[in-house]
Structures are given as structure tokens and as C-alpha cells.
Nanobody
Framework: VQLQASGGGLVQAGGSLKLSCVVS????????IGWFRQAPGKEREGVSC????????YYADSVKGRFTISRVNAKNTVYLQMNSLKPEDTAVYHC??????????????????WGQGTQVTVSS
């Protein structure tokens, strides 16, 4: 099982980025995918989770209304569209796979498979 996150970068406050998480060696249909972030000196935070079919979505309060998670199973890819970015969104973002978005998918210990992170930096 492999996950590959990409799409991070440097953006000004108010801007947008779209992260991608490409999964391989397993069928995306049967897994929930979560996005987490970790800023320097802070704990890892669950950002969003999308379940396997039918793709129910969950969001942390801090990103609700600004971020959108989606999946294209045919491409084995999960996306995180991030709009109205704020400096406090600056972090390394990781995607991870689990069986389901238990309790909204924000508990990192429930995830078995993790991808490497992609850096998101939002300047003020």
C-alpha cells in the first residue's frame, strides 16, 4: 500500500491550492482517506476524511467551508481543494488510509498507511 501526496507550495493569504493523494497497490473504493497536517511545534491535526463508497465527507471545524475533499476512484486519487487559505494553514500535509472515517476520521492512530508529506506555506 502506497500513498503519494503532492500539490503543496507557497501561496498568499486568501489564495488556493489543490493537494492530490495518489494511492497504489490497493483499491481506493474500499478505503477511507484522511488528510492531516502538522505545523512546527504543534500536534498533528486531522483536517478532513472521505469514506469509501458512497464517499461521505468530514471536516475539522478550522477548515469547514474553505476546504473540500473529493475522490476519483478511477484515478485512485483523493483531492483536497483548499480555498481562502490563512497563515495558520501553514503545515506539512499528509494523506493516510484507513478502513473508515471513525469519529470523523480525525484520530491519527486509526490510520495504518501514510504517505510522505507535502509542504503548504501561506504568507500573510
Amino acid at each position: 500500500v502506497q500513498l503519494q501526496a503532492s500539490g503543496g507550495g507557497l501561496v498568499q493569504a486568501g489564495g488556493s491550492l489543490k493537494l492530490s493523494c495518489v494511492v497504489s497497490r490497493f483499491t481506493l473504493d474500499y478505503y477511507a482517506i484522511g488528510w492531516f497536517r502538522q505545523a512546527p511545534g504543534k500536534e498533528r491535526e486531522g483536517v478532513s476524511c472521505i469514506s469509501g463508497s458512497p464517499g461521505k465527507t468530514y471536516y475539522a471545524d478550522s477548515v469547514k467551508g474553505r476546504f473540500t475533499i473529493s475522490r476519483v476512484n478511477a484515478k485512485n486519487t483523493v483531492y483536497l481543494q483548499m480555498n481562502s487559505l490563512k497563515p495558520e494553514d501553514t503545515a506539512v500535509y499528509h494523506c493516510a488510509a484507513t478502513a473508515s472515517c471513525v469519529l470523523g476520521g480525525g484520530i491519527s492512530t486509526q490510520y495504518v498507511h501514510w504517505g510522505q508529506g507535502t509542504q503548504v506555506t501561506v504568507s500573510s
